[in-house]
């Protein structure tokens, strides 16, 4: 089973980013899948996640009306949208399988993807 994230990189405050998480090895058809994120020098928190058989989404208020998690199924690959960027968003971004059903704890995840470092400048 593997996660590979991408889509990182440094971008202005203002600015947008999609990150893209692609799974091989693992259907997500009973799963969650999720994006975390991990500021420097802090522990790592809850961003988003997306129950993926019946498309629910929920997010963390700190990124609401800004991120958008979405999926593809035929490529089997979760995005995130990143807008209206802030300083704050700056973070290294897990994506990560979980049970079915949604869930904001990060213990509940049972396979993680390897971090996409994100730069928000001021």
């Known amino acids: 089973v593997q996660l590979q994230a991408s889509g990182g990189g440094l971008v202005e405050a203002g600015g947008s980013l999609r990150l893209s998480c692609a799974a091989s090895?693992?259907?997500?058809?009973?799963?969650?899948l999720g994006w975390f994120r991990q500021p420097p020098g802090k522990e790592r928190e809850f961003v988003a996640h997306?129950?993926?058989?019946?498309?629910?989404?929920y997010y963390a208020d700190s990124v609401k009306g800004r991120f958008t998690i979405s999926k593809d199924n035929a490529k089997n690959t979760v995005y995130l949208q990143m807008n209206s960027l802030k300083p704050e968003d700056t973070a290294v971004y897990y994506c990560?399988?979980?049970?079915?059903?949604?869930?904001?704890?990060?213990?509940?995840?049972?396979?993680w993807g390897q971090g996409t470092l994100v730069t928000v400048s001021s």
């Open positions: 090895g693992v259907s997500f058809s009973r799963r969650t």
């Open positions: 990560a399988a979980g049970p079915w059903g949604g869930t904001r704890s990060e213990g509940k995840y049972d396979y």
């Open positions: 997306i129950i993926w058989s019946d498309t629910s989404t």
